[in-house]
């Protein structure tokens, strides 16, 4: 089921309330590789949003609830290079168009982007923060895809493989159902590496392999989720320990998730659960709370435990802050809350990521200097010792509502809902 | 083999010799996708082909054939996300560099790009025009890879799957293998639409594929390969004929495809085999090469034979038609001929395309503008009667030698090859 006409018609009439000006969104053109050659094309999400259409270089002008596309038809000689483009009578009926007018006609308004007038932003993201039906099906249809594709990796992945060839398995699955990537896909034995976007390792039996991945489907919606499992099949006893440390603090932080609660909540219930397991195992010293205040689980867990989920994998990044943060607040500095992409109070209809995760990073946990305030609750030793963890992520994709929350990605799957821990003997 | 320190550095003692100057190349800022998330980065082909990392945001300085590299390791706050960074030593052996100093040592010089002074453009198209023995065997590979994909693609068609399918197919293929795509591929039952992004369509029976389609190797290196064939399995009389037709145009070329060969004539042997074929099938009428002459093949096969082929797909179009053309050249005006992208003396060591095709193209046979000047030589009866087979295109891969031409794509499985005509009765 594709969103329909009447879905466009009505986020277009919700705006209209919202911000009583005309709004220009331009669809955005497509980015360059090796030139001349371009990347596949993606409109910009507000575009897409409102508009439809995944097409390059339009603009849609957005007036009391009416929308007017701006798009040139090819010329005859395009039309003899690209094909005679889409009937507009078809558009008009697929998106809700009430007409359609040629490039040339586009009026000089101030466009939606990150430097539009605040007010408009503002309206955009509570529109954006709250997803219709329309949007909520198309992330269930995302994240569905989502979690296929991990299902065909995990099955891909043994011994001397490299990682490419997990990620092909995973662009195999997403294609073949006419998706593609929300996000360059992290496939890694190195999960330590929070960013790594190579995929040159090869697997090793006792490695864990993190892979962290979102399909987009069709209309541009986006899943995300991660996971961190053994390169066939059992836990060392150190990785099976941090896999259920990393565990308890997801599911803690599940259980923070509904309609009222802050997400900052959802975060430290996440980094308490986190710093309890921590304690438990001696890596950390002192009262779990009181590590959570001062900062101490963000040696092993420097990253904010979600974001937004929407038509982007982190969802209106593209403006900042601004939908990330409830107005008037601002990122924290302490290190590890600094990175917090969510601080707002969540609603029926968002969606958001909750993923916990423990991390052996030699610059942290190597850096004197990072130590230092430290040097009373670290058992270094300890610390050491599970150094061979690396890193272990787990990512759920949650879908807030009236009664409480939806995890989307329940149709995982059992083996990638929950994974058995075996631990090597 | 991956390309060695030493072909790195003779490649820039080669540079030096032709142009004096300092020269700076940029490799690149990663393009954004729905920001703030961005497609995987690809370094700029002229970095690549004289510094070989393909990383972001590097700048290396060739002057009097020594490379220093401007390289920032990552801050402590960046390794937590990005990890350490490469082992400089490790880089200077690679890829020879002689020095590696700070970013903000970039000294303020021209870059290289289209804008730069045009004798350093001669001199970096010289060089890159003929493959020296590394970039030889890094085509191989791509083309290589390239045939594989192919493969897969072929044994993937059948009835009622979607393009995206096949599509699937090609990505699993060049994925697995560590590669990519070196540019948006077409897979398409519509071939007549010759630039065609999307892959929505289901295949029937009776249907003819085009797929055209490059693989990128690990260092950049770009294959570019396009076959057409039934969808199970069967040519109709009227596909067989025409493809019969382009195969023969495409012969035609490659005979013609050798040192000392201008490509304009390996275009024109195209034209006037192609022309002798409609002629035999009478959709055209008169003198095979009075109707070239005049451009009336252009009707059916408007666009130029092949492009040179190196790091990109089209190599060096970044640098508008100073690679395509010889010095001195200005495109034709003539329909079709202002298509050649490729007009200069073929030398050992440049390798090239030959792609003729065959299209049914509404926006040129139904024009009657288009149309009029060749009345006298159009039986559009019999034209008419062939729309069924839409768009047929037969590319390979050639790599010129001192002794003739060798076909890259040699290595195809005999089924991609010469596809097997078999007409349905």
């Known amino acids: 089921m594709h969103t329909q006409a009447e879905d466009f018609r009505q986020r277009r009439q919700r705006l209209a309330r919202l911000y009583k000006k005309p709004v220009l969104i331009r669809s955005g053109r497509p980015a360059h590789r090796n030139p001349p050659q371009t990347y596949p094309f993606r409109a910009s999400s507000h575009f897409l949003y409102f508009a439809g259409w995944n097409h390059p270089n339009l603009a849609v002008l957005l007036e009391e609830g009416r929308a007017t596309l701006f798009y ?32 040339a006609e586009i009026p000089d308004l101030e466009v939606l982007d990150a430097q539009a007038p605040e007010d408009l932003l503002e309206a955009v993201v509570q529109l954006r923060l709250r997803h219709d039906a329309a949007a909520r099906s198309q992330l269930e249809q995302a994240v569905d895809m989502t979690v296929r594709a991990h299902f065909q990796a995990m099955r891909a992945t043994r011994p001397e493989r490299r990682e490419f060839q997990i990620l092909a398995a995973l662009l195999v699955s997403v294609t073949q159902e006419g998706g593609s990537t929300s996000f360059s896909p992290i496939v890694t034995r190195r999960g330590e590496i929070l960013h790594n976007p190579h995929y040159q390792g090869t697997l090793q039996r006792g490695d864990l392999l993190l892979v962290d991945f979102g399909a987009e489907n069709r209309e541009g919606w986006a899943g995300d989720l991660t996971r961190t499992f053994p390169v066939r099949t059992n836990f060392t006893p150190r990785q099976a320990e941090i896999y259920e440390v990393v565990l308890k603090a997801q599911k803690a932080a599940l259980r923070e998730c509904r309609p009222g609660r802050e997400y900052r909540e959802v975060h430290r219930a996440a980094c308490l659960a986190m710093t309890e397991g921590l304690v438990q195992l001696e890596l950390l010293r002192g009262h779990p709370a009181e590590l959570v205040e001062r900062g101490a689980h963000a040696l092993f867990f420097p990253h904010g435990s979600g974001h937004l989920l929407g038509l982007d994998g982190h969802d209106m990044e593209d403006l900042g802050d601004r939908a990330g943060y409830a107005p008037g607040r601002r990122r924290s500095s302490q290190f590890g809350l600094n990175f917090l992409r969510l601080d707002r109070p969540l609603e029926a209809d968002m969606a958001v990521t909750v993923e916990p995760g423990f991390y052996w990073i030699p610059e942290l946990l190597e850096n004197q200097e990072r130590l230092a305030p430290f040097r009373d609750c670290l058992d270094l030793k300890t610390v050491e010792a599970y150094r061979e963890v690396r890193g272990i992520r787990l990512e759920d994709d949650i879908l807030i509502e009236a009664s409480g929350a939806r995890n989307l990605s329940a149709a995982l799957p059992k083996e990638l809902q929950e994974i058995e821990i075996v631990v090597n003997s």
């Open 72 to 103: 040139d038809r090819p010329s005859l000689e395009e039309a003899v290079w690209d094909g005679p483009g889409p009937d507009l009578d078809e558009l008009r009926e697929r998106y809700g168009f009430d007409s359609i007018r040629p490039g």
